[in-house]
């Protein structure tokens, strides 16, 4: 088992859509959660932290669940601009190994 | 926050030659880590490079094929030795604090 799993995707999602994206961990001691948006021959940037108490910025929300080990970003009305690679990043190891998803591919149709 | 200076961006390179590529942080940082991600795949950590002393790698990837040089803290290189058409891949420097992780803006790398 992988120790970040996000399905790859690709989400096909019109204008103006809701989309929600999973991520799963399977080290129980992992520290801290983040979602990176990688557009297309870019470096990957941070998007926002994840926390228990649900994070949210604008359209974005992230929502981290401790004891299913799962975290999830909700974009809601999606824009022609959001469409990018999410990747789901964990943090553990005292915060020395930093674990990568695969990461999950969204186009936003017009 | 960090900026990463990554160099070259690109490069089409011949089998069997080698690439060195170069980062430059804008402060100094103790540890500086060197990933690889091929084509519709993530982050795959090559190595971490420590400020004097030799560079550490994952399972996977050895010094012989991919030195590293960290000659101060702000500066690393890594180098793509005898190169493979199988090298081809995307190649991004990187720093973290205990908040973040920044990159560099990666070198795209097709060996022929």
Do not use: H
């Not at chain 1, 870019?42 to 994070?55: A, D, F, I, Q, R």
């Not at chain 1, 004891?67 to 601009?81: C, E, P």
């Not at chain 1, 469409?83 to 990568?100: D, E, H, N, P």
């Not at chain 2, 094929?65 to 420097?93: A, G, H, Q």
């Amino acid at each position: 088992r992988k120790e970040v799993e996000q399905d790859p995707g690709p989400f096909n999602v019109p204008e103006g859509a809701t989309v929600a994206f999973n991520c799963t961990y399977s080290n129980s001691a992992s520290q801290s959660f983040f979602w990176y948006r990688q557009d297309c021959r870019k470096e990957p940037k941070l998007l926002m932290s994840v926390y228990s108490s649900g994070n949210e910025d604008g359209r974005f929300t992230a929502q981290l669940n401790r004891a299913s080990q799962y975290i999830s970003l909700l974009i809601r009305d999606s824009k022609l601009s959001d469409s990018a690679t999410y990747l789901c990043v964990v943090f553990s190891g005292g915060y020395q190994k930093v674990t990568f998803g695969t990461g999950t591919k969204l186009q936003v149709i017009p | 926050s960090a900026v990463i200076s990554q160099k070259p961006s690109r490069d089409i390179c011949q089998r069997g030659t080698s690439l060195t590529i170069q980062c430059q942080v804008d402060s100094q940082v103790t540890m500086m880590f060197w990933y690889r991600q091929q084509p519709g795949q993530s982050l795959t950590l090559i190595a971490t490079a420590n400020q004097g002393s030799e560079a550490t790698y994952e399972s996977g990837f050895v010094i012989d094929k991919f030195p590293i040089s960290r000659p101060n803290l702000t500066f690393s290189t890594l180098t793509v030795s005898n190169m493979s058409p199988e090298d081809s891949s995307i190649y991004l420097c990187s720093v973290r604090t205990n908040t973040e992780a920044f990159f560099g803006q990666g070198t795209r790398l097709t060996v022929v």
